[in-house]
């Protein structure tokens, strides 16, 4: 399993933001009953996670079977390698680039801005990312479950 993508369906929306902040390739399909979603995967050898058995029939597949985000990960955390936490933004799974701290000094809150050296933007959706409280909460939350 040298490259794990992902796809999630519509039913795993925090699921999809939660592989990303692991760093994970995952999209996220919206739409329920999308009928692109199998072409997707197929074409770029992704595995989509689903709570629906409607993708069994594909053999790259696989059936979250909890409501749980927590259960969630504890299920698939054995079919994943987390090498990259925090490289990917949350909302469109873009690779964040690190951005020089005086170019968004006007786009972050002045507190944020005196408090934190590193950021990093998104060149997709344009949103910047520091190591704040999330990033503290998220850690936590990484470690409890994949250590
Ligand atoms: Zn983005």
């Not at 796809?7 to 699921?15: A, K, Q, V, Y």
Request: net charge neutral; aromatic share 10%.
């Amino acid at each position: 399993m040298s490259e794990c993508r992902f796809i999630c369906d519509f039913m795993l929306g925090r699921l999809a933001k939660w592989m990303r902040l692991l760093g994970l390739d995952t999209l996220y399909y919206n739409n329920p009953g999308d009928p692109s979603i199998l072409h997707r995967a197929l074409k770029e050898g992704r595995t989509i996670l689903s709570r629906s058995k409607e993708f069994m029939r594909y053999e790259n597949s696989i059936l979250i079977e909890s409501e749980n985000l927590d259960e969630q990960l504890e299920q698939i955390k054995e079919i994943i390698e987390i090498s990259n936490p925090f490289s990917r933004c949350p909302l469109c799974n873009t690779p964040l680039l690190a951005v020089n701290k005086e170019k968004i000094k006007e786009e972050v809150p002045e507190y944020i801005y005196e408090t934190h050296d590193k950021f990093k933007r998104c060149p997709d959706c344009g949103r910047i990312y520091w190591k704040g409280t999330h990033y503290k909460e998220i850690t936590r939350k990484i470690n409890e479950i994949f250590s």
